[in-house]
């Protein structure tokens, strides 16, 4: 019996532009399939440190198993490591369809002033998207768009920060910094939301939101630097993916 290819691991090459390099990411992600199977094949706890969620992308890598937006997640930030040029942080919604809830997460990239995303979908158009989005607030609305052709209707979107370049960091990823209820607010109210947040991410100033909760003893000393800090645990995964 033949036994099924396995897609070689994508390298950056000097000669690549960043959007190429993204391409070929995103290519190799789509090699790998997305996976209608209803097992999950890879345990992705959100609020394990980045450091184990990239051992865990790199036995995808060595698996090539069918992977779905989660999983997709973390291997973009696997993949991307050591760009430091390319500012990676994830992006999830909450979908409202025919008397049921569904979310997604995809992984929103920022470089040279434009945004962009990778990710996995069973929908072409929600999951990767061209580094072409002058500001976050455009690429999220394309994305509101897209769902809106499958009569999604799109409820809460979270934005979290900027994933540290370090893969050793047992810093947890921020999953969700910024919630907004998109659906009980006006288009120029979320654009003004998402651009000052988009800002400040860009100026490097957020900490992670749980710089309230009483995990903040751990990181008090003023010579933490912000990527060190903890963050707070998300609790759902992104558990049905419809989109």
Not at 8 to 36: D, F, R
Not at 170 to 187: A, H
Request: proline share 7%.
């Amino acid at each position: 019996c033949v036994q099924p290819s396995v897609p070689p691991v994508p390298n950056y090459k000097l000669s690549m532009s960043i959007p190429e390099w993204l391409q070929a990411i995103q290519t190799y992600m789509k090699m790998l399939q997305y996976n209608h199977t209803g097992t999950q094949f890879f345990e992705i706890r959100k609020t394990r440190p980045l450091s184990g969620l990239m051992e865990t992308a790199k036995e995808m890598t060595r698996e090539s198993l069918p992977i779905k937006c989660l999983e997709a997640v973390i291997l973009g930030i696997y993949l991307t490591n050591g760009q430091p040029s390319v500012e990676r942080f994830p992006i999830s919604f909450k979908t409202h369809f025919s008397g049921n809830y569904f979310h997604h997460v995809v992984l929103g990239i920022y470089c040279n002033g434009r945004y962009g995303s990778l990710g996995m979908s069973r929908r072409s158009d929600l999951m990767d998207k061209p580094l072409t989005y002058r500001t976050l607030s455009d690429l999220i609305f394309e994305f509101e768009d897209s769902y809106k052709k499958y009569l999604h209707s799109v409820k809460k979107v979270k934005i979290g920060l900027y994933v540290p370049h370090e893969p050793h960091s047992f810093q947890p990823i921020e999953w969700k910094q910024l919630v907004l209820n998109v659906s009980k607010m006006m288009r120029a109210e979320v654009r003004k939301e998402l651009e000052k947040f988009a800002r400040d991410m860009r100026m490097k100033i957020l900490k992670p939101s749980s710089a309230h909760s009483p995990m903040k003893e751990r990181s008090r000393g003023k010579s933490l630097s912000p990527r060190r800090r903890q963050a707070s645990p998300q609790r759902r995964a992104c558990k049905r993916d419809k989109s």
